[in-house]
C-alpha cells in the first residue's frame, strides 16, 4: 500500500480511523497515518505515513533491534523488543513513525491497505 494521489486527500480522516479499528480501536490512537491541513480545504491536505525506505534511518538508531526490515521496504516491529525508548521517532526523516503513548511504543505503518478500503 502506498498513497497514490496525495492531491486527491480531501482531508476526512477516514483513513486515520481505519487504522484505528485495525487494533478495536476507535479515535485516531493506533492510527499509524496522518492527516494534516497544509492551509485549509483551499490549499488542501498532506498524508504523513511511512514511505517504506529502502534503508529505514529508524530501524537503524533501534539499539534493542525491535525494528526489523520488511519485505518491499520499511520496518515490521516486534513490540516484545521495544523499550520505548522513542530513538525510531526522532530518527524518521518523514516524521511518520507515531507514538501510542499506552503502549509506549512506536506506530508505523505496515502497508496492509486496511485504510485504503476506506479513502473515499
Known amino acids: 500500500m502506498t498513497v497514490l494521489d496525495i492531491d486527491k486527500c480531501v482531508g476526512c480522516q477516514l483513513c486515520m480511523f481505519a487504522c484505528s479499528r485495525r487494533f478495536g480501536e476507535g479515535g485516531f490512537a493506533k492510527s499509524a497515518i496522518r492527516v494534516k491541513s497544509i492551509g485549509g480545504v483551499e490549499r488542501g491536505f498532506t498524508v504523513v505515513v511511512c514511505r517504506a525506505c529502502p534503508d529505514?534511518?529508524?530501524?537503524?538508531?533501534?539499539?534493542?533491534?525491535?525494528?526489523?526490515?520488511?519485505?518491499?521496504?520499511?520496518?515490521?516491529?516486534?513490540?516484545?523488543?521495544?523499550?520505548?525508548?522513542?530513538?525510531?521517532?526522532?530518527?524518521?526523516?518523514?516524521?511518520?513513525?507515531?507514538?501510542?503513548?499506552?503502549?509506549?511504543?512506536?506506530n508505523i505503518c505496515i502497508h496492509c491497505g486496511y485504510c485504503a478500503n476506506y479513502c473515499p
Not at 89 to 102: G, H, I, M, S
Open 56 to 106: 529505514p534511518p529508524c530501524m537503524k538508531v533501534c539499539v534493542t533491534n525491535a525494528l526489523s526490515l520488511r519485505k518491499g521496504g520499511g520496518v515490521t516491529l516486534n513490540p516484545s523488543k521495544c523499550i520505548g525508548c522513542g530513538r525510531c521517532v526522532d530518527a524518521c526523516p518523514l516524521k511518520a513513525v507515531f507514538w501510542d503513548n499506552e503502549a509506549n511504543k512506536p
